[in-house]
């Protein structure tokens, strides 16, 4: 028996938007905080009608870092799975020297939510906004979609994107982004 496609969804800056700390994009850290863009809801259940089982699948480092409660964070999760047609949300709570495997550019969030769900990766994808979400798609086999943002191709604590690295296709919104997975799956 095969499994279900999915789309696996980043968070911040894909779903609702970022703060920004000086230059930095950085998650909301609370509820009162969180703004979910206004076309997430209707974009994703698009990809609902297809077919297509949503995860998101989000580094969270501030946990580690102490400067998000785990508590906040939960709260901030359930919030968007109300408001928002997801199936689950896998979440790297580690810092980078933690050496953890769920920490995207690894691809270990894609492939336990995969397995828990019966994902059948052949036919899923990722839309990310940064390259650490490009890597990660690439290593768990399934083709990565950047929804381009202003940091997307900044260094991150791992240092600067792989030289020659490209999404498959990369979007000016999720709309965009959405459309290029409906295509590819009637291609497909």
């Not at 905080?33 to 809801?41: F, S």
């Not at 086999?141 to 020659?164: C, N």
Request: aromatic share 6%; proline share 7%.
């Amino acid at each position: 028996m095969t499994g279900q496609p999915a789309v696996f969804l980043d968070r911040d800056g894909v779903l609702n938007e970022v703060r920004m700390d000086g230059d930095i994009a950085s998650t909301p850290r609370s509820v009162a905080e969180l703004q979910i863009y206004p076309d997430a809801r209707s974009e994703l259940e698009r990809l609902r009608k297809a077919g297509y089982a949503l995860i998101v699948v989000s580094n969270q480092p501030d946990v580690a870092r102490g400067t998000l409660s785990g508590s906040a964070l939960e709260s901030i999760n359930q919030a968007l799975c109300q408001a928002l047609p997801i199936d689950a949300v896998y979440v790297c709570p580690h810092d980078t020297r933690d050496g953890c495997d769920c920490r995207k550019p690894k691809p270990g969030l894609i492939l336990r939510g995969a397995l828990d769900w019966r994902i059948d990766l052949s036919r899923s994808f990722l839309i990310g906004d940064r390259w650490v979400d490009l890597v990660a798609a690439a290593a768990a086999g399934i083709p990565g979609i950047l929804l381009q943002r202003p940091w997307s191709w900044e260094p991150t604590s791992l240092g600067d994107p792989p030289e020659g690295l490209q999404p498959a296709f990369a979007g000016e919104n999720l709309g965009e982004c959405v459309d290029r997975v409906l295509v590819a799956r009637t291609r497909g």
